[in-house]
Structure formats: structure tokens, C-alpha cells
């Protein structure tokens, strides 16, 4: 419930680039599909994110941030090419999606190999103190990249994503847990990603949302909702 409840404000970025960017579309349709793309990356991260924390962040879940950051540059270099060569737009998503899965294993293999054996507080070797630092450098260099001119509203959602996700985790939600309100943040989530897809049908919103929030509007499209 936490998780939905945080996904709405990180849309709001991209909802104010569609609204004032395209005329005529609806806005509770633009809201609805946007809200349920962002849930989808929201709720998972955030949940992982409460799980790590409750087990005091073991070094398995040190490795994926790490393999994570380490594939934020390669990443980012690889679909600035792509976009500047490919103009088949779902091709290219398409493309960058293997691409992003193949680099994201490789670097998250190599991190768990560096990292993954490392008890919390231990002293690092100086191969681990470098490997260390290129993750930081790569995140820190994707992070300058985005910050381009033509890239920075793609950079402002995906931080409001990644702020979104650390809440979901970091905030305690009144009340005590339960099957039964497991069961209404389910049933919850179920009608809001139920009416985002229905939401969709306009062709006009879906070529909106593509190319004035492609990074919140990406966990539907790369599912093949409204293509």
C-alpha cells in the first residue's frame, strides 16, 4: 500500500510533460496509465528494499546495488548510440532491453564475484577498494550524461522513481500488518494496473505518453500494453 501511495507523486513530472506538451488528452487516462507503469518498478524495488533492511543489508543484496551501478554508464553510452542509430523506435527498445538484461547479469555476476563473500564491516582488499570505486564512477558518470539538456526530463523521472522506491522502503505504514491488508494492497494494486491497461486504448495517449514519459510509461510499453 506504501508502495502505491508513492508511486502517484513520482509521476507527477511526467504528468505535467504530457499535459502541457499534448492537447487533447485525457488526464485522469494519463494519471491511471502512468500511476500503474510507475507501481510496477515502485512496489518490487521498495519491498526488496524493506527486505534487505529488516536482514541488515547482507552481502548478496550489496552485490546487486553494486553490479547495478556498475552498468549504469555501459548502459547509458550503449542507448544514446542506439537512439542515435536506430530510428525503429520498437525495435530499439527492444534491442537496449536484451542488451540492458546481458549487462546488467554480467556486472551483477562480476560483483558477487568481487563482493558477494564480503561479511558487513570487514576490511576490503585493494582489488574490492577499486572495484568499489568503478561502481561509484560509473553511476556518477551515467548521472552526467543524463544531465544533458535533451536527456534531463528522462533523468528526473527515473530519480523520482528511485526516490519513490527507497520511501516505499524506508516508511512504516500506520497499523499493523496483516493477511487482510495484504490482501486490500493486492486487490488494489490488481484495479490500479487493471485500469491503467484500460486506460490505454486511445492511440493518441500511448504515442503521448512514448515519447513525453518514456521512462515512467517504459514498465508497460516493454510489456506490450498499448502497442
Known amino acids: 500500500m506504501c508502495g502505491l501511495v508513492c508511486s502517484l507523486p513520482a509521476v507527477v513530472p511526467a504528468l505535467l510533460r504530457v499535459w502541457a506538451g499534448s492537447?487533447?488528452?485525457?488526464?485522469?487516462?494519463?494519471?491511471?496509465?502512468?500511476?500503474?507503469?510507475?507501481?510496477?518498478?515502485?512496489?518490487?524495488?521498495?519491498?526488496?528494499?524493506?527486505?534487505?533492511?529488516?536482514?541488515?543489508?547482507?552481502?548478496?543484496?550489496?552485490?546487486?546495488?553494486?553490479?547495478?551501478?556498475?552498468?549504469?554508464?555501459?548502459?547509458?553510452?550503449?542507448?544514446?548510440?542506439?537512439?542515435?542509430?536506430?530510428?525503429?523506435?520498437?525495435?530499439?527498445?527492444?534491442?537496449?532491453?536484451?542488451?540492458?538484461l546481458?549487462?546488467?547479469?554480467?556486472?551483477?555476476?562480476?560483483?558477487?564475484?568481487?563482493?558477494?563473500?564480503?561479511?558487513?564491516?570487514?576490511?576490503?582488499?585493494?582489488?574490492?577498494?577499486?572495484?568499489?570505486?568503478?561502481?561509484?564512477?560509473?553511476?556518477?558518470?551515467?548521472?552526467?550524461?543524463?544531465?544533458?539538456?535533451?536527456?534531463?526530463?528522462s533523468l528526473v523521472d527515473l530519480l523520482a522513481l528511485g526516490v519513490a522506491s527507497v520511501a516505499t522502503g524506508l516508511v512504516k505504514w500506520p497499523g499493523s500488518p496483516g493477511r487482510s491488508r495484504l490482501a486490500v494492497a493486492i486487490g488494489g494494486w490488481a484495479i490500479l494496473l487493471a485500469c491503467a491497461v484500460v486506460s490505454l486504448k486511445s492511440p493518441q495517449l500511448v504515442r503521448s505518453l512514448t515519447t513525453q514519459a518514456p521512462v515512467s510509461f517504459a514498465p508497460l510499453s516493454w510489456l506490450g500494453v498499448g502497442s
Request: a positive charge; proline letters at 5%.
Open 23 to 100: 492537447a487533447g488528452v485525457n488526464g485522469v487516462a494519463a494519471t491511471l496509465a502512468l500511476w500503474g507503469a510507475a507501481s510496477l518498478v515502485v512496489v518490487p524495488v521498495g519491498v526488496w528494499v524493506r527486505r534487505a533492511r529488516a536482514v541488515g543489508m547482507p552481502a548478496a543484496d550489496r552485490a546487486v546495488l553494486a553490479g547495478t551501478a556498475l552498468s549504469a554508464l555501459p548502459l547509458a553510452l550503449f542507448g544514446g548510440v542506439l537512439k542515435s542509430t536506430t530510428h525503429h523506435r520498437p525495435l530499439g527498445g527492444a534491442t537496449f532491453a536484451v542488451a540492458a
Open 102 to 153: 546481458c549487462a546488467l547479469a554480467l556486472c551483477i555476476g562480476l560483483s558477487f564475484r568481487f563482493l558477494g563473500g564480503l561479511s558487513r564491516g570487514a576490511v576490503k582488499s585493494p582489488w574490492q577498494n577499486l572495484f568499489t570505486l568503478g561502481c561509484g564512477l560509473s553511476l556518477a558518470g551515467a548521472l552526467l550524461l543524463g544531465s544533458a539538456r535533451a536527456t534531463r526530463p
